[in-house]
């Protein structure tokens, strides 16, 4: 009987030590895996030729015209971290540079006005976080993707059209804009974007991931994939916009001479931006957020984080054409690669 006893315990023992040793690793991604991770995919770079732009050239003798080719295509902006503590960001480098940062902010703020936030984070409502978790809180930041600034290069040539944005120039810390994150002030105070069904990612009673405003960190979904694509909407939403009552860094330009810029990233509109997961599975097409799949596979299966923990790519559209003068008109053509 001894003999037996120890047996089972020896067993035990072993599965112990297979869970431990088969534990998930964390989700993380770093900067070669951005990188290497941007894919000329139709749906996310959608590069065409749209025209043809006009411009007259004068000199002290004589004027000219001269013509420069127009095009259109989507920019990888900025990378979108969203994720359940201060600090735990998935980006690595941005972890290393910005994590003990985010929690001791985060930390000082919290401590000093801990009275006036209800509840730390989530709140869980069943036993099992994954499937019974309704109320989510999540932080979140918005980075310039690393390719942005060679963007700036590859505008020379007239054949490509530079991002707004700065390669890793942080534009939202949701640790730096903590209050406002947490306590939704003053956005409660904008009552026509609280409009139930108004400003939300998804269509229709079944299909809604979830509202865009209240822009904050708190979230009812019982989906963690879908909770942080809303959150990263949010963040996408406030950056591309100026005057936003957040602690931010807008998308305002790029210096470019003649740019159509993208403006406001809106939700469900594909037009104004699209999306690419980078973590914890890497999307080879961008999209944007809110697809129906009540009638098929959820869009969140094979994306689920073990630790809750995602980063997405945000494309957005630009056109542009090489300065060669005062511009007069653009004579429309579209070819599209």
Sequence with gaps: MNKL?????LFVLLQGYKLQAFEAEPTTITTADIVGAITLDRSCLNYCITGVCVWLRCSIYECSIETSIRVAHYNPDLVVSVYDEPGDNPWQEMESLFGSLDSGIVSGIVS???????????????????????????????????????????????????SEAESFNPYLLSSLDALTWRLGLPEMLYLQNLLPGRRVVGDGI?????????????????????AAAVVAQRAGNIVTQTRQPHVYNALDGNGYNRTWLPGELVENDPGTGVWQMLAPEVDEQCYAFGENDVLSTSWSQGRHSEDNRYAFTLWRPYECCEAKGAYLFTVPVRVCL
């Design 112 to 162: 000093t006005f801990h009275g006036a936030f209800v509840g730390g984070g989530h709140r869980v409502e069943g036993g099992n976080p994954a499937t019974d978790q309704s109320l989510r809180f999540k932080e979140v930041t918005a980075i310039g993707h690393p390719f942005s600034s060679v963007s700036d290069f590859i505008g020379d040539s007239g054949y490509y059209c530079p």
């Design 206 to 226: 079944q299909q809604q991931w979830g509202p865009v405003w209240p822009r904050t960190g708190f979230i009812n979904q019982k989906d963690d994939a879908k």
């Design 5 to 9: 006893i120890q047996v089972v315990m």
